[in-house]
């Protein structure tokens, strides 16, 4: 466990040096802090708390950003190390290439978690001064879930980047995952249905499809229930599906542990 702990913290210190950290936390709290500004307007004398209204923002702001910004933090972890020639000198060392995977995995976590929670922090404090607190179990459950589907970007990105030998190969393949979960899956998803001519869809088809996007099953977990549900639209759904917060939270977990696991394998498989 010790020489993952050192990879992680190695990773979150270069992290710090290359300023993702700083970058990444900036820019979640200035695109939260802006959403909450403008989100915690409008509940006016209605029964909807203004960290409901800012919840169903965030959780759309984050489909598109957090998926982003982890596959931006991850794609490259091996192939920067190989491309500078610094992968041998740190496979030297007493430790298994599975523990570099993970060690720099663990670090990247940490800086998506830093990230996240703060540049979300800084909207909740907005809204609370504001408005109250009500509604802050729907924004707690969307700033972990949020950080959960960091998670499985950056296993992905880890993935990536142990499949390839370049960094801007690694890039632009990326780019494509991030284009396919988040645009390209519903696209075609909604194609299908269309496709149906009206005619039902069995109810385990539908629930399979969104357990295999994990940005469909965030969009369940955060919006699925509550105020959020009614502000989203997304309640019906959720109300015909047989997924529970917990099996949505336990497809998430997949997401991350398959593609991390599979990293582990290929990084050990491959010709340095």
């Known amino acids: 466990m010790r020489p993952v702990l050192t990879i992680a ?5 270069e992290g710090i040096r290359n300023r993702w950290v700083v970058s990444t936390t900036v820019v979640m709290a200035a695109l939260a802090s802006a959403i909450a500004a403008l989100g915690s307007a409008p509940t006016g004398s209605t029964a909807t708390a203004a960290l409901d209204v800012v919840v169903v923002g965030l959780a759309s702001l984050t489909i598109f950003l957090v998926p982003l910004i982890a596959l931006l933090i991850s794609h490259d972890a091996i192939t920067r ?25 663990l670090g990247q976590v940490v800086i ?52 390839v030998q370049e960094s801007s190969t690694a890039a632009g393949i990326a780019i494509g995952l991030w284009l396919l979960f988040v645009a390209l899956y519903d696209m ?3 194609a299908v249905l269309v496709a149906q001519g009206g005619h039902a869809v069995p109810g385990w088809v539908m629930d399979l499809a969104l357990a295999l996007n994990p940005t469909d099953a965030y969009r369940l977990m955060t919006l699925g229930e509550g105020a959020s549900a009614m502000l989203s639209g997304m309640g019906g759904v959720y109300d015909n599906s047989t997924l529970t917060p917990g099996l949505l939270t336990g497809a998430l977990v997949l997401w991350c542990a398959v593609p991390l696991a599979a990293a582990m394998i290929v990084f050990s498989r491959r010709n340095l």
């Open 9 to 13: 913290r190695r990773e979150l210190a």
């Open 81 to 105: 190390e190989a491309e500078r020639g610094t992968l041998l000198l740190l496979l030297s060392h007493p430790l298994s290439r599975p523990q570099v995977v993970a060690g720099k995995y």
């Open 112 to 163: 998506l978690l830093l990230a996240t929670v703060v540049g979300f922090g800084v909207a909740a404090v907005f809204v609370v001064l504001r408005n109250g607190v009500e509604g802050w179990q729907a924004f707690a459950v969307m700033t972990a879930a949020s950080v959960l589907l960091g998670a499985v970007f950056l296993a992905l990105g880890m993935l990536t980047s142990v499949s």
């Open 188 to 190: 075609g998803l909604l």
